[in-house]
Nanobody
Framework: HVQLVESGGGSALAGGSVRLSCAASGYTFNTYSWFRQAPGQEREGVAAIDTGDSSTYYLNSVEGRFTISKDFDKNTLYLQMNNLTPEDTAMYFC??????????????????WGQGTQVTVS
């Protein structure tokens, strides 16, 4: 039974930091990612990581501010978000793909999704 459970969301001031966690269980996937969706907007891929070679992929607007990583021992995915802006306010979701192919930031690449955790920046 595959489960992805996010945690760590909350409120932050502009310029602040938040770290999101996603505890994965049931399977070890090839590619994991973080997506976000703000009210009235489409879901967008924020960051992704291939577990085989640890390649990472970022949305242009977060590159240099966000860092995706995975603790293999804990089977937990992280998203460290620094220098936050109000535009980062959204529900953040982690996702997992058996075999990440094509664009790692396209939601069609992922089979499993978490329930989401809210991040609000003011």
């Amino acid at each position: 039974h595959v489960q992805l459970v996010e945690s760590g969301g909350g409120s932050a001031l502009a310029g602040g930091s938040v770290r999101l966690s996603c505890a994965a269980s049931g399977y070890t996937f090839n590619t994991y990612s973080w997506f976000r969706q703000a009210p009235g907007q489409e879901r967008e891929g924020v960051a992704a990581i291939d577990t085989g070679d640890s390649s990472t992929y970022y949305l242009n607007s977060v590159e240099g501010r966000f860092t995706i990583s995975k603790d293999f021992d804990k089977n937990t995915l992280y998203l460290q978000m620094n220098n936050l802006t109000p535009e980062d306010t959204a529900m953040y979701f982690c996702a997992a793909a058996y075999n990440g192919k094509g664009s790692r930031l396209a939601d069609g690449a992922y089979e499993y999704w978490g329930q989401g955790t809210q991040v609000t920046v003011s």
